[in-house]
């Protein structure tokens, strides 16, 4: 307690000043954490002073709200960019990132428990910069960030806000971030320990080095690329929901009955019907051994230049350079690479989706049907505008070939996992 609070002393957060009884006095507390590896091994314990921002009051002492959170579209693109140029990838982690951010607000907090100033102990905080819990902390932050990275030369991209783009003289950097998370990338690795050296200077960071663990994933290097495991927390789920001790099950769900709206009796606690709980659990237990699943990213492939899309029930598997990113949007992919100055081209005209609904695929490129389409919603025909300018293509693939089959239906257990395997997912010992 006492060294958060000496930093945010030292970080000049607050001011005390006497309170005034027409202002809005934020309260605060302190949370204890314990910070742990990627293991779950025990880090260390940590303690932060966290403002309760619901007690702020919207146009009085915080307006707009964001936080700086990478899509996982991007992070996977990204990933999948640098494994198959064997660029490096690095991690680092801002420390106290929140109280970075200046504050243009008027905000008043109420001072801190174990730490009241004995010569004005009625006095208040007017917050100079943000602090954990408020509102407008997280927006705060990645403005302050933000602002640093546009004059060192990144460009933001239009399609993701948490990504920056560096492109300059042949030398390209790629800057992701997710609150105070930050992964970095590009074609040269002394530039790339430039880049960090120089962020140092502005904001107090730890290095964590190579990419290992990222939001519960965690990252494994192997001789033919690179593979990610959830293993911990697919461990964990199971546990929080009562199901540890459940059978496994081979399949996420159950081939028969068929699936329909109204199957089962509806429950009134909760509100799903006793067919949906009773599929929710099988999922649950299948989820129990498939922890030693990895989604496999190899570092080489047939053609590194195509992207291919397999879509089923509205769920898209895309694949870039061979090994499947699972986007859910092709309009996103090309904003991506259009808007980010992704090192890739394409072979084709236009990238291709693969679809085993015939009629679907006539739909988007025939015209003659549209009279029998009148009452499809816009975003359908936004695929058929694409289509007929030549931005996209649409072919028919077999149903037996329908990769995204696995992410959507119930299937018998051969084909369930011949579909993961070919998708991407794979069984490898974890070190």
Request: overall charge positive.
């Amino acid at each position: 307690m006492s060294k958060e609070y000496d930093t945010l002393v030292r970080n000049g957060t607050w001011q005390l000043v006497p309170p005034d009884s027409s202002s809005n006095v934020v309260s605060c507390k302190w949370i204890f954490r314990i910070k742990r590896k990627s293991d779950g091994s025990i880090d260390r314990f940590k303690a932060r002073l966290v403002a309760k921002g619901f007690n702020q009051r919207l146009g009085v002492d915080y307006f707009e709200t964001f936080s700086p959170v990478i899509k996982p579209t991007t992070v996977r693109l990204v990933l999948s960019i640098a494994i198959s140029h064997d660029w490096c990838l690095r991690q680092l982690d801002i420390n106290n990132a929140f109280l970075q951010g200046r504050l243009t607000e008027t905000v008043f907090m109420a001072q801190p428990l174990g730490f009241i100033d004995s010569d004005h102990p009625t006095h208040v905080c007017k917050l100079k910069k943000a602090i954990y819990g408020l509102k407008q902390a997280p927006r705060a932050w990645y403005h302050e960030l933000r602002e640093f990275l546009l004059v060192v030369g990144f460009k933001n991209s239009y399609t993701d806000t948490s990504l920056f783009v560096l492109n300059t003289g042949g030398t390209i950097l790629y800057l992701l971030i997710y609150v105070d998370d930050i992964i970095l990338t590009g074609n040269n690795s002394a530039h790339v320990d430039q880049f960090v050296n120089t962020l140092a200077q502005r904001f107090s960071l730890k290095d964590l080095g190579p990419f290992s663990y990222f939001l519960g994933v965690k990252v494994l290097p192997y001789k033919h690329g690179t593979l990610l495991s959830q293993r911990r927390y697919i461990q964990d789920l199971p546990t929080r929901t009562n199901m540890a001790n459940a059978n496994s099950v081979q399949t996420p769900l159950p081939t028969s009955p068929p699936i329909t709206l109204n199957s089962g009796t509806l429950l009134s606690i909760p509100p799903p019907t006793e067919w949906s709980l009773a599929a929710f659990n099988t999922c649950l237990s299948h989820v129990r051994i498939s922890h030693s699943q990895l989604t496999s990213y190899p570092s080489t492939c047939i053609n590194p230049h195509q992207i291919i899309g397999i879509s089923s029930s509205g769920c898209s598997v895309i694949y870039v350079a061979h090994w499947m990113t699972a986007l859910s949007s092709i309009a996103t992919l090309r904003s991506l690479f259009t808007h980010s100055q992704m090192p890739i081209r394409q072979v084709s005209t236009a990238p291709v989706i693969y679809c085993d609904n015939v009629g679907a695929t006539q739909l988007c490129s025939n015209p003659i049907f549209h009279s029998r389409m009148k009452h499809v919603a816009i975003d359908f025909h936004f695929i058929r505008d694409q289509v007929q300018s030549g931005s996209l293509r649409v072919a028919h693939v077999s149903s037996k070939y329908q990769l995204a089959d696995a992410l959507t239906k119930p299937l018998s257990r051969p084909i369930f996992q011949s579909l993961k395997a070919k998708i991407g997912l794979s069984r490898r010992g974890l070190s």
